[in-house]
């Protein structure tokens, strides 16, 4: 098993980043937080000519077709930069569509998905807790399909989305349907953030129709839990190696008492944890893609695990980052509360690191 990259990922890395460095600058993510629009619609695009909403959506329906070891490393990049795009949302309702979809639902909202013309979000939860049965939103059947009535919370980019899926309640299990979001009583509510880079907004189903060629099927929930797990661990990994390297420089150059601040253990033990936590976040988000890609029987666990550890890294580099850089790392004009912010906010995203603790014990049990 060999998890060296290959030339072709390499390069991939490389030109997300040049192309990150160059139109997602602090000053870029800042007037985004600052914004009252949803998110950056420029920046969307010109990510979207780059293919990267369709980089693991089939040729068949207009995507790149490449897999989740490539999507990990746009998502690392991603978390460098701060990106205050739509991408995890629209990526995990293309993937919903994939896995439980028919070809007519395929083809109707997969290529717009990938050509980032429509914009996607999940909605999942509603305030009562992160686990399926939690779901309360009812489905009931009609002549035409079915009816959805119910209101979800803390979705992602809900008030940018053209497209949503949705969890709900049936007669003896949990459904999933696709509903446009121009659809009769859909509408949307803002809802206050920490992290205003990634938005969320509360969705309202007032008796809402939805045919019956827009319910998918299969496992969805899991299926999207593993892979947003996934996404969000390598996220999580760039937040927390770009917040090792700002401090490792900041280390090496402010001084105190004529010598560099890194010189003094304080500071010296702190990094040297942080490329502890981080060097081992990284192997766990590429063994966790390998197991997606392969479509592997240790995907969950592995994924569950790389969200939990590289929280756990981005919470240490953002935190004694900010610690290690004193009075200028608490201010607002320093980049450091910003990755703090995104990194909280990644933490508890889809499932918190406590649920997924609980979930890898009961699976090790088995």
Known sequence: MDFALTQDQE??????????????????????????????????????????????????????????????????????????????????SATAILAGGNEETKQRYLPKLADGSFIGAVALFEGRGDRPEDIRLKARPSDDGYVLDGVKLFVTDGTAADVIVVAAAGENSLQYFVVDSTDRGVSTEALPVVDRTRRQAAISFAEVQVPSSNMLDGQIFEFLRDRAALFIAAEQTGIARRCMEMSVEYAKTRQQFGKPIGVYQAVSHKLADMYMLVEHATSLVLFAAWAADEDNQTCSLAAWRAKVWASRAAKAATGDGIQIHGGIGFTWEHDLHLYFKRAKANEVLISDSLALKELIADRLED
């Open 11 to 92: 390069t991939l890395r490389s030109s997300v980043r040049d192309f990150l460095q160059k139109e997602c600058a602090s000053t870029v993510v800042r007037r985004a937080c600052d914004s009252d629009q949803p998110y950056d619609v420029e920046l969307w695009r010109k990510a979207a000519d780059l293919g990267w909403p369709g980089l693991c959506i089939p040729e068949e329906y207009g995507g790149v077709g490449l897999g989740w070891t490539e999507t990990a490393l746009l998502a690392e990049e991603m978390g460098r930069a701060l990106f205050p795009g739509p991408y995890l949302s629209t990526l995990l």
